[in-house]
């Protein structure tokens, strides 16, 4: 961070006091943080009183906080905490104050804790790949293959530590040497699972673990939903792999759409229970159908980047032809040569004009003529 | 069809010489035929003369036909020919007079050779469910599920009679008693592909098979075209079940459009081929996904019907609560009990507010209180 802008130093301690006081998520706070300031508002939690004129309940457990020791505990553990006005703050995380909350989370974030040395203002073009974690072999597969394709584009992506579809697209990332991000519900030095120790420390050695939640504090329901919306904010867009009914990852989804970020979808089989989630998101409309990382990119993507062609099959000269000659080139045998009359017969069609038509086709090498008749030419 | 309103037999029988003279779906003698009626285009074709004062070919042609034994020949194997101001005429067929041509066929057709007891007019409520001949075990499973699905619920449904897709909706909707009619690219007496004889033959006995294209003609392949838009006319929407690029179903799907109806396509594994076309359709919106018989019949069926229940876990007791008591919630231990204090530090709350809060859970049934301190309550 030398020589990068920095936020003043107060403010920042007062947020990580506030940060750790408040749940991640608390719109109130983060809405009268925005309002006054960090150090405005901690300033006038410690000063509250009952109406005994004792310090109340807020006043005395933020009192007992130490956020300088705080901080200078994560330095040492590479750990930074990025507030607003920072180089790296995302900008996109601004979005979150103009946003309704979401089940009781809502606002930006008061800063991130953040290991590992990217700065997060580098995913400002980042797309999330979120899902299930009870995915199936297809989700993981399709996950995998769609983070290393929008990896190799130069984006780069965002999502959680789960098992299954967030486990996928760090992979799928990795593997196409791209740019990948873990988002947590708990403090950046823990894994959640624990099983992810050695991906999440991966992570944190060449790009960044980010939490809202402080250093040493366990995930909980509440702050899983929480940070969700910081994995749709970060990000331009997000796209759904796999879903059950309930699953987190629609959350994410939710969030992208208040934050009016891309909301993308993977289709899979209709007989998959974790593809139901995905379905229903694409049947509401809530949700863009994409199959591959071309038309994610399409949608996120800066306007022109990433225009996706249209699948299909090459284009013959036969398709192009008027309704009357293809009605004649339709009877023309493939081997045996059939005389112009019958031709005439099978198109239902008048000799003349069959005559006529039969000798622009063979102009144009599409139907060969000789003295038993005509018949098609071969294709090139 | 006795007692059953008729057409005027001389338009009919016109209808039918100008059916044989012209293609199926020529969309410039569908709008004079509209125009005019079918007696006076004849009169006019067959008294055509070229600038040498002779017959032309077209009048020639007309000449020679034979309308009346046509319908005589028919009759004599069960065929009839249903023509506008029928009381089975198809209402929805004459939306095409208004849909602009698509890949040069249009128009209402001039009459429908019809083999079966099933009075058209009985198809007003049926959905179309249609896919590629290049099926998957996948599609051929959601085809059959579906239109079974759909004639359960007392909608007829179409399709055509190729291999794959078409097939296996036929043998879902007869599997779950239900009605199911094939149109035909070629004459109604012949069967295309030949396997599918023993089927057609009893889609004939018991309900109908239909064609635009005379009896004992072959199809082609614009005749498949214009036999795309009559399965989309005569059907309140068109399900594509699995599609390939340039996979004839998304032709009909296109039709369904045109004219108006409900577009939707059922998705697979985005690593399927036969998934491709479908995946394009609802990707650029101009089809809706569906997974099963009741989203088609939400989209198809009158207001109010089949209003589609969205699938959800079951609401429990805490997807309710305020947000600080969830955030109580989340910290109250599951087996080992824990004095509130400690809850209160977990919660990141104070104590005060966590002690009324743990009251209130308790009343709900939702923690159980001790002398060792809370646990979480089990749940019901």
Redesign the interface.
């Known amino acids: 961070m030398s020589g990068a802008a920095r936020a003043p130093d107060e403010e920042r301690i007062a947020r990580v006091a506030l940060n ?4 991640p998520g ?1 719109p109130r706070m983060a809405s009268v943080v925005g309002e006054l300031g960090a150090v405005a508002v901690r300033d006038h939690l410690l000063s509250e009183r009952d109406l005994q004129g004792l310090a ?3 006043a ?2 933020l009192a007992a906080l130490d956020p300088v020791g705080d901080l200078e505990r994560a330095a040492r553990r590479g750990i930074r905490f990025v507030v607003p006005g920072d180089e790296e703050w995302p900008a996109g995380l601004d979005d979150l104050a103009a946003a309704e909350p979401l ?3 809502g606002g930006p974030p008061l800063g991130l804790w953040v290991r590992g040395p990217l700065p997060l203002s580098e995913l400002a073009s980042s797309v999330a790949v979120v899902g299930s974690r009870s995915s199936s072999m ?1 989700g993981v ?2 996950a995998g293959d769609l983070a290393a394709g929008i990896a190799r584009e130069g984006h780069g992506v965002v999502s959680g530590a789960a098992f299954g579809i967030d486990v996928a697209a760090h992979r799928g990332a990795l593997g196409a040497q791209g740019v990948t991000v873990a988002v947590l519900a708990c403090g950046v030095d823990r894994a959640y699972p624990l099983s992810h120790r050695a991906l999440l420390d991966h992570l944190a050695d060449h790009f960044a673990v980010v939490a809202e939640t402080p250093p040493g504090c ?1 995930p ?3 702050r899983f939903l929480s940070r969700n919306r910081l994995i749709a904010a970060l990000s331009r867009g997000t796209v759904v792999v796999e879903a059950a ?2 699953s987190g990852a629609l959350n994410t989804a939710s969030w992208a759409s208040r934050l009016h970020r891309a909301v993308m979808g ?6 998959s229970e974790p ?2 989630g995905v ?2 998101l ?2 509401s ?1 809530a949700g ?5 990382a071309a ?1 994610v990119l399409e949608l996120v993507g800066s306007a022109g980047d990433h225009l996706v062609e ?4 090459p284009e013959r000269p036969r398709d192009r032809l ?2 009357r000659d ?2 004649v080139l ?2 023309v045998p493939l081997v045996r040569p059939a005389p112009s009359d019958a031709i005439a017969r ?1 198109a ?1 069609m ?4 069959v005559r006529s038509t039969l000798e622009r086709l063979a102009a144009r090498s599409l139907v060969l003529g000789s003295a038993e008749g005509w018949r098609l030419a071969p294709e090139p």
Do not use: I
């Open positions: 750790r006081l408040a749940e608390d109340t309940d807020v005395g457990r089940q009781g989370s297809y597969q399709v366990a909980t329901k509440l009914d309930r993977v289709p899979g089989p209709v007989t593809s139901v379905h229903e694409l049947r409309g863009t159908l994409v199959t591959r038309d249209p699948r299909r099959a008027p309704r293809r009605q339709d009877a099978t239902g008048g000799l003349v004009e």
